[in-house]
């Protein structure tokens, strides 16, 4: 049985999918909840497969939910509800561990469909989501290249491949291995691959030391 929680500020949306998804009978709707706080609580007393997620709710948002459950609860699978596509939001969520995106304004097959595929481990990213992400990452391509300052790299001797200079932003940003990992649809292994040789390229071993030796390579405007 697949049992799921929905987490979403607007009844009628929660009301809506418990009735879609109680008529199958491999699922079961465990709880529901209208804010993010309340879904991380739910999880704890409920330990659903699946889960749900409004990304723009009250009290606490969907992303820093779904990264709380993540963390405490890795194996609970967590879908983003929206029904836009804001590329800050789709990076933010893939970076911190979501299992895909499933759009408000589904058919309710597909939805049910979706929910399937989702707990089989696919990660489910429909067309107008995975082209803002695709969108989304190709900025963040120029954004590697020019956030550089070259003159810096070139007089230490330093040469970092786009991949690298990815890496370096978003561990710059703050994230995990594993949610860089997600944001560039990579393997967390390969991941530590590449921050291995970035390591060696700059004289250190130790994550803190590296992220205050890389500040230094970045032009000034963009620290």
Not at 94 to 110: I, R, T, V
Not at 197 to 214: C, H
């Amino acid at each position: 049985m697949i049992r799921i929680l929905i987490a979403d500020d607007q009844t009628l949306l929660r009301e809506g999918l418990q009735t879609i998804l109680n008529l199958e009978t491999d699922m079961s709707v465990v709880a529901s909840a209208e804010n993010g706080l309340e879904a991380l609580e739910a999880v704890a007393r409920h330990r659903p497969t699946l889960v749900l997620m409004d990304i723009k709710m009250p009290v606490m948002d969907g992303i820093e939910s779904m990264k709380r459950i993540k963390k405490d609860y890795p194996d609970t699978v967590v879908l983003m509800l929206t029904t836009f596509a804001e590329d800050k939001f789709i990076v933010n969520a893939m970076a911190g561990g979501a299992n895909g995106f499933l759009l408000k304004d589904m058919p309710s097959d597909k939805i049910v469909q979706t929910v399937r595929e989702a707990v089989n481990g696919d990660l489910i990213m429909p067309a107008p989501i995975a082209a803002k992400l695709a969108s989304r990452l190709a900025t963040l391509s120029d954004e590697s290249s020019d956030a550089f300052d070259e003159e810096e790299l070139k007089r230490q001797g330093l040469k970092l491949t786009e991949r690298e200079r990815k890496i370096i932003l978003l561990m710059l940003e703050g994230h995990t291995n594993k949610q860089i990992s997600g944001a560039l649809f990579m393997s967390e292994g390969t991941v530590r691959n590449y921050i291995s040789v970035i390591y060696n390229k700059i004289g250190t071993s130790e994550r803190q030391a590296a992220i205050a030796k890389l500040k230094e390579l970045l032009l000034q405007d963009a620290k």
